[in-house]
């Protein structure tokens, strides 16, 4: 692919992460969350060349984040952990579980340590209660929309590459 419609792409992609997670941000963040946007971060198993995108989209959403930087560092660590194997998997729903492990553990971590959780969650609750979300997003929600957008040859020829 021609390097400039690449970026494009890509930014075009931060953008929509970004606008998706923070328009829906009641949603979005704390200790029970379906971050609707991260049904995109399928795009990683289609082509390694969305990983930036998403990335740098997961990024922009961290900074309305109401525990800042560390979600800024640490939620957009979780998600290019879980984003950067995908495109080595063979199957979207092996692929799919990917950020639903890093998100669950890494951002289940980081709310045990950073938010003020309930005495009655624990930190393995905050990790299931947060890779739950991300199942919901991603395995459920976003292998349904792979599925449909991959059957348009227009989408597939722009995902795949």
Request: proline share 7%; hydrophobic share 50%.
């Amino acid at each position: 692919m021609n390097r400039q419609p690449w970026l494009l792409r890509n930014a075009l992609l931060a953008a929509i992460y970004a606008a998706l997670t923070l328009g829906l941000a009641p949603f979005s963040y704390g200790p029970i969350q379906v971050r609707l946007s991260e049904c995109l971060t399928l795009l990683a198993f289609c082509s390694r060349r969305w990983i930036p995108g998403l990335t740098i989209g997961c990024f922009l959403a961290n900074v309305g984040s109401p525990f800042g930087l560390p979600d800024m560092v640490l939620g957009t660590l979780a998600t290019f952990l879980g984003i950067w194997p995908m495109h080595r998997l063979k199957s979207p729903l092996l692929a799919s579980l990917c950020p639903v492990l890093s998100n669950g553990v890494v951002i289940g971590a980081e709310l045990d340590f950073l938010a003020q959780l309930p005495p009655d969650l624990s930190l393995g609750a905050a990790m299931a209660y947060i890779g739950a979300g991300e199942f919901l997003s991603v395995t459920v929600l976003g292998n349904i929309l792979l599925k449909m957008v991959l059957k348009n040859e227009t989408c597939r020829r722009i995902l795949v590459e």
